[in-house]
């Protein structure tokens, strides 16, 4: 008896049918059958040739890190790849990091992926291997390890950077889904350009707060916090919302605001209590509810409305007290390392809003 969505030797190929939107430049094509696959090396892309494979698992093998050509059928953007298995299970979940330069959204998205490399989606009955075994091994070594291992800070986001920093695939009893994580610069998601372009296509957002410039904190990070009053704002925030907005009354994408870097702020109740709780491996709506609520009385009592907007224009959201770090970086390292607390438990509450996560629980989580 095997489980279900369960298959022998790898993903189902395809068919020509299967229409694809691209997560990077947004076209949507048909998914090519038998489309010319390639393999990464280096900074080259070289064609893979399967007509002589013939052994089922060493075809499967071979997918696993192989690319398809995007063939951007508005010509409107510079060549781009997707892995060969994008296609193969249910509709890709794109999820975009969405704050200012110093919000912290790197440091959370490492943190993140981190944690599900260290097997804690697990409880949640998550189970998750890279879509692109290359670029997943890539973000590890250059971003993830070097800030959870050694305590480095991590370099800002470059700008112009158009595509996904990594790509997992998360099974669940419900299916299996591609899920890949946007984290675009700060000073890009402020624009109304193509390096945004994948917001259209995004099934889900958190939101970055950076307290300093929320709350007009002054940290050794940040010495130069906004000046307090009523028009503190996120330019990244602000735009992005009135990009996918369209006069809609509600935007149909699900939204957690993340307040980071609250280990500045685990004096004050309630940001305490909540950053001593941990994952229990079980979604609670009850507990996510009352979080959010927390969360967004802290944000309203510290005039940090602005903040909130996620809130008020999202048909379902969320709101969660995070520290990606545990404490500051001095002199570009994290001199004690980094202490990570609750960095899943967006992405846990997203996924309960699109359905990966299932059950009477998760059914509840984000609705008012």
């Known amino acids: 008896m095997t489980r279900p969505n369960s298959r022998p030797f790898g993903p189902v190929p395809p068919t020509a049918a299967r229409t694809v939107r691209c997560p990077i430049c947004l076209d949507t094509f048909a998914w090519p059958a038998d489309g010319v696959f390639y393999e990464r090396n280096g900074a080259e892309f070289l064609p893979v040739d399967l007509t002589a494979v013939t052994d089922e698992r060493k075809r499967a093998d071979i997918l696993r890190s192989a690319l398809l050509r995007c063939p951007n059928p508005s010509k409107d953007s510079t060549t781009h790849y997707l892995p060969a298995v994008y296609a193969s299970y249910a509709k890709p979940l794109v999820i975009g990091m969405v704050g200012g330069s110093s919000s912290g959204k790197s440091h959370l998205l490492a943190a993140m992926i981190a944690a599900i490399e260290a097997g804690e989606l697990l409880p949640y009955g998550l189970t998750c291997r890279p879509v692109d075994f290359n670029l997943h091994n890539e973000f590890l070594q250059s971003r993830a390890r070097p800030f959870t291992m050694h305590g480095k800070k991590l370099e800002a986001t470059k700008e112009g950077v158009t ?179 609750r960095v899943l438990e967006p992405l846990i509450a997203l996924m309960a809003m699109v359905g990966i996560i299932s059950g009477p629980e998760a059914a509840e989580v984000g609705k008012r």
């Open 163 to 341: 595509s996904y920093a990594d790509a997992l695939l998360v099974s669940s009893s419900a299916g299996t889904w591609p899920v890949a994580f946007f984290d675009i610069a700060g000073g890009d998601l402020g624009k109304v350009g193509k390096t945004g372009r994948f917001l259209a296509g995004a099934g889900g957002l958190i939101f970055v707060v950076n307290p300093s410039m929320a709350l007009g904190m002054s940290t050794d990070e940040d010495p130069s916090p906004a000046v307090g009053g009523i028009d503190r704002s996120d330019d990244a925030f602000a735009t992005v919302l009135g990009r996918l907005g369209g006069g809609a009354r509600l935007i149909d994408v699900p939204a957690a605001i993340v307040l980071n870097k609250s280990d500045r702020l685990r004096f004050l109740p309630p940001v305490d209590s909540w950053l001593r709780l941990t994952g229990t491996g079980q979604v609670d709506a009850d507990q996510i509810r009352a979080e959010s609520r927390d969360a967004y009385a802290f944000l309203h009592l510290h005039n940090a409305r602005a903040w909130l907007r996620p809130f008020h224009e999202c048909r379902s959201c969320t709101l969660h007290f995070v520290s990606a770090t545990g404490a500051e970086a001095v002199g570009g390292v994290f001199p004690r390392g980094v202490r990570p607390r």
